[in-house]
C-alpha cells in the first residue's frame, strides 16, 4: 500500500472513524480523532504503543497521556533521562504541556481508538503505512521499543519482515531490516501492572538495554 503523510483528519478505517463520531457525542471535549506522534522528531528511542485509550489518548491528544498505563511509561522516561517530570499529568487532571521529552518519540501502531481497545487485522494494516514513515524518518542509530505483541508485529510489517523472523518475547532484542534495534516490552497496561506481569523492575530492566544501546 502507497504510504501517505499522517493526518488527523484520516479516516481510512469506516469502523474507527464512526466509533469516533460516536464518542465525541458523549465526550463532546474530547480529542477524538488520530493521535499524532509526540516527542523530538530526531530521536534516539521511539516507542510503539498499540492505540490511544478511550479516556487517555483519546482524551487528551497525547499519547500514553489521561490512563494507568501513562503513569509507568512517563515515571520510566524520568527515570532513564527521556522526559523533564514523571508526570503526565496536572494536579487537577488535565495534560501537563509541560512535559518535555528528550531524545524520545512515542506513538502507536493504530492512532485511532478502537472499539473493546482491539483493532481489526485489516485496520492495523492500514494504519501501518503511517509507522512506515515514522520509521523510515527516524536515524539508524534509534533504539525502537515495541509494547506488547501487536506494537511489535506492526513494526516488522512496517519494515517488511515476516512475523516469524523476529517473535515477540519481553526484554527479546532483534535486529530490523531497516537497520534499527528492536526492543520488547509486555505493555504497561493497568491490567498487566495490576496483575504483575509487569513490573516497575522489569520494566525498567528493558530500559537498561535500550539505555545501554543508545549509550544515554
Known amino acids: ?12 478505517c469506516p469502523r474507527l472513524a464512526t466509533f469516533l463520531d460516536e464518542t465525541r457525542k458523549l465526550h ?26 478511550m479516556h487517555g489518548a483519546n482524551r487528551t491528544g497525547r499519547p500514553f497521556t489521561g490512563d494507568t498505563a501513562g503513569q509507568l511509561l512517563y515515571s520510566s522516561l ?9 508526570n503526565m499529568l496536572t494536579a487537577a487532571g488535565d495534560m501537563d504541556n509541560n512535559l518535555k521529552l528528550f531524545n524520545c518519540r512515542i506513538s502507536n501502531a493504530v492512532k485511532c481508538l478502537p472499539p473493546q481497545n482491539k483493532p481489526t487485522p485489516l485496520e492495523i494494516r492500514t494504519c501501518n503505512q503511517y509507522l512506515k514513515n ?6 539508524l542509530n534509534t533504539a525502537i521499543m515495541a509494547l506488547g505483541g501487536i506494537a511489535h508485529d506492526a513494526v516488522l510489517m512496517a519494515v517488511g ?16 531490516a531497516s537497520g534499527h534495534q528492536l526492543f520488547d516490552s509486555y505493555h504497561c ?28
Not at 1 to 12: A, E, I, N, S
Not at 36 to 45: E, S
Not at 78 to 86: E, I, M
Not at 166 to 175: E, L, Y
Request: hydrophobic share 35%; aromatic share 12%; charged share 20%.
Open 1 to 12: 500500500m502507497p504510504t501517505k503523510p499522517f493526518t488527523t483528519d484520516c479516516r481510512d
Open 28 to 53: 463532546p471535549t474530547y480529542f477524538c480523532k488520530p493521535v499524532p506522534a509526540f516527542g523530538d522528531v530526531k530521536p534516539k528511542l521511539f516507542i510503539v504503543g498499540l492505540a490511544p485509550g
Open 78 to 86: 524520568h527515570h532513564f533521562g527521556f522526559a523533564s517530570q514523571p
Open 134 to 139: 515514522e520509521i523510515a524518518e527516524l536515524p
Open 161 to 176: 519482515m515476516k512475523k516469524s523472523a523476529a517473535r515477540f518475547g519481553h526484554a527479546a532484542t532483534h535486529q530490523l
Open 189 to 216: 497496561s493497568g491490567y498487566n501492572t495490576n496483575t504483575k506481569r509487569l513490573t516497575e523492575a522489569t520494566f525498567h530492566d528493558v530500559f537498561r538495554l535500550v539505555v545501554a544501546h543508545i549509550g544515554q
